[in-house]
């Protein structure tokens, strides 16, 4: 691709049908069933239910159907607190900086701690998270805390010279914190010290495992067997294991790293490595310093400029864009990047509903305009009594490191089709398969959006975060937006520029690789017109850029917004709502959509304070602490009170910090 026509924030140039297109000929095609565009503006999905949603089992559904949301819907806001619904408290409980041990020093709101500091404190802009309960307690466990990026002036000081030790605490901000925490009489509190806690920074030596470990393509100086890195990135989105493991996803990692133009690979071409003048941090720059250890700066510029991969850094980045499992109850294991799982900008990885003698399956989304959605089976069946075994990350080479990758294929009748990415895959157009463009399973992996472009993958709007319903076992995607659709408008899909969003779902087919697929809310201002607000949205629920999404064990699904459109973010901050999908079901038992007729079931029950991102989500084992993670507030925290407005002219320095949400008369959360 010549430089007059790559765009560098859409890496994806396949012309494979756009998802758009595909909605496009669906809702046309109920369009025509149902009578005209004024039945898709009430919502037109809401007599079709999905073909595998009437497959729980009574117990599933008598569960589903005594679960209601107990909390009214509260308004938008545009101040400097969080806001909560009646009957409801919010503490700060994690602000980055705070220490993990007694070796770093107290957070200094001038910036002046040291890289030293910054590695044995949380991280920066905390994201994806969840909560490991400590024998089983709701009181007493661990937190696992993404920090997606760093805000470079909040950071440092004032004034700081860029050198090694302003690199190095840019470094050490970023990855993810395990950090210990109990309820106490005086709130919830950060345990300082204890054995458990210890942060994964983007230095830190971790493991490779599955179909790339050992290649070719992973030697570097520092892994010569090619069988370990050091660091992980960017990480956003996250999940968890049936064994008690954290998964953390490497997302938007291609930017840190820069390579001559001149000499970028296909496969560093496809995933958006930067050029050597438009690299996110630029921590190459310190490269050649005096006191630069085993290339810690230079490797993060992979032009090669030695005879060899083990004299260069030319292959440092394949060992970014996986999914890193964390064993969090042993404070001395090694992180493992699972690269059976496919490499590519991770958002989000969610497992399915768990049936002893049948593969475990988890679904990612890549997270950039046009990308795709993955599924992971696993080879090894599931044994339910590995679920309390010791040797966690064993349990999870048996499940993660062989298996199936696939990529979805969304058709028109709603009906969809997971595609193998293996050597033996035709392309789309039957011409060829996937070993006329790859040499082995690892190369497919090194290039998994390649290889996906070729077998005709689905391009969709920012495929995030995925989550599975508990009780019916259908799995969701938020798809954030995509304002660069650029596909001819009808009455059913009028939103050229989707700027706001959308969620999707769907059900396997049992013994296929085909699904059954639909559209459970778009997102859109209130008073939009009928072709936008396609759900019905009031001012009590209305949303753009649907983005973190998770179901908590009672089957309540909470979504939080990355707001990206000024419809919305006019009239209030990012948030977070809440609906029970299982419960919206028409007479004869089907599923059904938000639509005008139910969308009062959507409720919003979150909003963080100004200029923030409402990020990570998770919850105590008794349904009664919920803990929400505040991303790049303006100013904001105050005080330990979440919800305490910062006065009008005080100024504080911003800080990501996880919230604590609890129930004033110590019920359940959302009931």
Known sequence: MSKETFDPTRYNHSANEPFSSVLEKKLSRRDVLKGGAA????????????????SSSSSDNEASESLSLGFKSIAGSKTDAVVVPLGYSAQVLAPWGTPLNSIASEWKSDGTNTALDQANSLGMHHDGMQFFPLDGSSTDGLLCINHEYIDSNALHYDGAARDSEFVRKEINAHGVTVVRVQLT????????????????????????????????????PFSTA?????????????????????????????????ADEATMTEDQKRIGISSLTSGRYNWHDQAGSADEVQGEFSRFNLTPN???ALEDYRNEANGYGYIVEIDPYNPDSTAVKRTALGRFRHEGCAYGKLEAGKPIVFYSGHDSRFEYLYKFESTAMWDPADADRTDRLAVGAKYMDSGTLYVA??????????????????????????????????????????AA?????????????????????????????????????????????????????????????????????????????????LSGLDEFNQFA???GMAFDARGIMWVQTDNGADEVTSYTNDQMLAVVPSKLVDADGNQEVLS?????????????????????????PDQKNFFVNIQHPGNWPYSTNAAEETPEGTSVRPRASTVVIMKDDNGEIGV
């Open 306 to 308: 030695g005879a060899n």
């Open 596 to 620: 005008a007729s139910n969308q009062a079931e959507l409720r919003r029950f979150f909003v963080g304070p100004n200029n923030c991102e409402v990020t990570g989500l998770s919850l105590t």
């Open 409 to 450: 294929r969304f058709d028109g009748d709603g009906k969809g089709m997971w595609l193998p990415l293996v050597l033996t895959t035709p392309s789309a157009d039957g011409s060829e398969t996937l070993a006329n463009s790859f040499s082995s399973q690892a190369d497919i992996i090194l290039n998994t959006a390649g």
């Open 226 to 258: 090619g069988n370990k890195t050091r660091g992980t990135l960017n990480n956003c989105g996250n999940g968890s294991t049936p064994w008690g493991t954290y998964l953390t996803c490497e997302e938007n990692w291609p930017g840190y790293f820069v």
């Open 185 to 220: 009489d005086n709130g919830w509190q950060v345990v300082k010290d204890d054995a458990h806690n210890r942060r994964f920074t983007a230095a830190t030596e971790m493991d490779i495992s599955g179909p790339l470990a050992m290649t070719a393509a992973l030697i570097t």
């Open 453 to 533: 472009d070729i077998v005709g993958a689905t391009p969709m709007d920012r495929p995030e975060w995925t989550a599975v319903d508990p009780v019916t076992g259908t799995v969701y995607l938020t798809l954030t937006n995509n304002t660069q659709r650029t596909d001819t408008t009808n009455p059913a899909n009028p939103r050229l520029n989707n700027a706001f969003g959308h969620i999707i779902r769907w059900d396997e087919v049992e013994g296929s690789n085909e699904f059954d697929w639909d559209i459970f809310v778009f997102g859109s201002p209130e008073d939009a017109d009928a072709e936008t607000n």
């Open 545 to 547: 850029s649907p983005d």
């Open 39 to 54: 039945f898709a503006a009430l919502g037109l999905f809401s007599s079709f239910g999905l073909a595998g949603c009437n």
